[in-house]
């Protein structure tokens, strides 16, 4: 009976990770320098990752790695303190990574990955400057549990960007 229990269970944990996805963002993000700025990635449906090793690379670099319960050290020097997961959050399937500081060589195509599932999603980051304040930054960030999605407000400077994107986009379209 109990191997019967053991292998269904096994069996079920094989299928929802066979059938889960790892979503990323459709959407470049945007932010200036100085910023501190999300990147979004997470399980569709969501599944318990605290067990599993989370890997953020841009490029072969390795920029943040969380190993089964707890940050690795290895990672590229230019990224040294200024990346973190959301450890509470992991248990519900997000591995966004916040980056701190945000500096213009930081722009680029980051791949957030789950070796274990073999599941990997882009998000892509544009970094711009501002002749505005110097500080403006994400005010907050927190996790909807009813929709599944990490919900953050922007800075003044970062929401006139993405109006400018608009704007262009429509005249581009026009």
Known sequence: MYNNVLLSTVCSSVLLAAETQLIGSHQPIVALVGDDVLLPCHLEPPLDVTKLSVEWRRGPALVHVYRSR????????????RTRLFMDELPHGSVSMQIFRVKLSDAGSYK????AMKKEAEVELIVGTSKMSPKHSVSSCEW????????????????????FLIIIEEQSVQ
């Not at 707890?70 to 040294?80: A, H, I, L, M, T």
């Open 144 to 163: 909807d549990h009813s929709t599944q999605r990490l919900v953050y407000c922007l800075g003044a400077a970062v929401a006139q960007i993405f109006l």
């Open 112 to 115: 957030c990955s789950l070796p």
């Open 70 to 81: 707890g940050d690795d050290p290895k990672q590229n020097p230019s990224y040294s303190l």
